[in-house]
């Protein structure tokens, strides 16, 4: 019967915008949803990497379901120390920041990969966003990260909203694998072109703070004898003993705290508002909520 139940939740979410204010909209039944469904999703600790700038802790969370070969050598390439003491040179305003080993001799000692651009139409619970999109004909969530998906391809791919973490490459599309960036603005146009693999869940005021490029100069890379900012080392947390680990976790989606949080940024009723705004958002303009709390001591 739970079999039953969740196909049934699944082609509810998949056919219309779950948990509209249309009151027409199908909803799933209370009863069903509770069940197959909790506010918060814990981040699985070899997902889950720390990455210490001279500015501060930025946190991401890599997609090994999406893209498990660039999330598998990214962790890798983390455990082995590759990135410690390495930098972020190349960073556009409104752009990117892209870092990595910047050496082509060096990059040459690690494998490229196949890209992971984008993937066939999955059973993955894939909560609609429900207003219209410029770049994909539909776009939602899945675990939190925003998604396309066209039907007439039987694609769906990870989108570059703000803090999308993504690899580099050339123009081979399979010529990535050391060269990671992180989306600073929303970078639409490049969706299935390169592999998104990961998102930063928090720190992004430290990416922001990052030494610029200037773009018109070698593409944005930043020039002898500036060099760009150092990062310090990536930590996969599952690699922490288990008290020190930070444990964070994101809001689930489907949920009704989810659907609540993407209600009260598209409807904005607040007295501050003497003129209305219309009631759309963009997918890039929605942060899914994350929260942190405190490890517990052996002893808790």
């Not at 509209?20 to 889950?48: C, F, G, K, V």
């Not at 455990?79 to 080993?101: C, H, K, T």
């Not at 060099?227 to 003993?241: F, M, N, Q, S, Y």
């Not at 899914?288 to 001591?297: C, D, G, I």
């Amino acid at each position: 019967m739970k079999t039953l139940a969740l196909s049934a939740l699944f082609a509810l979410l998949s056919a219309g915008c779950y948990a509209q204010t249309d009151s027409e909209t199908p909803m799933p039944p209370t009863d069903l949803a509770d069940e197959l469904r909790s506010d918060w999703r814990d981040i699985a600790p070899e997902n889950l990497l720390l990455m210490d700038t001279v500015h501060g802790r930025v946190v991401i969370e890599i997609n090994s379901d999406f893209a498990p070969g660039h999330s598998d050598q990214f962790r890798t390439l983390s455990r082995q120390g590759v990135y410690n003491g390495s930098r972020f040179y190349r960073v556009i305003d409104s752009f990117v920041a892209q870092g990595g080993l910047q050496d082509e001799t060096v990059i040459s000692t690690h494998p490229t990969l196949k890209n992971e651009n984008d993937r066939p139409i999955s059973n993955s619970l894939f909560v609609e966003f429900c207003n219209a999109d410029l770049f994909a004909p539909i776009v939602g969530h899945i675990d939190g990260f925003p998604v396309g998906r066209s039907e007439s391809l039987g694609k769906e791919w990870l989108l570059h909203c703000p803090g999308a973490l993504a690899m580099a490459r050339d123009n081979d599309p399979d010529s990535g694998g050391t060269e990671f960036y992180i989306v600073l603005d929303a970078q639409r146009y490049l969706d299935r072109n390169l592999t998104v693999f990961g998102r930063v869940i928090e720190g992004m005021e430290y990416v922001q703070k990052l030494k610029r490029g200037v773009r018109s100069i070698e593409s944005g890379v930043i020039q002898a004898p500036d060099k760009g900012d150092e990062i310090i080392a990536i930590t996969v947390a599952a690699d922490l003993p288990e008290s020190e680990r930070p444990p964070y976790r994101v809001m689930t989606s489907p949920s009704d705290a989810f659907e609540a949080a993407k209600t009260a940024k598209r409807v904005r009723n607040e007295d501050f508002f003497y003129r209305k705004p219309p009631e759309v958002l963009d997918i890039c303009g929605f942060e899914v909520p994350f929260e942190k709390s405190t490890p517990l001591k052996p002893n808790d």
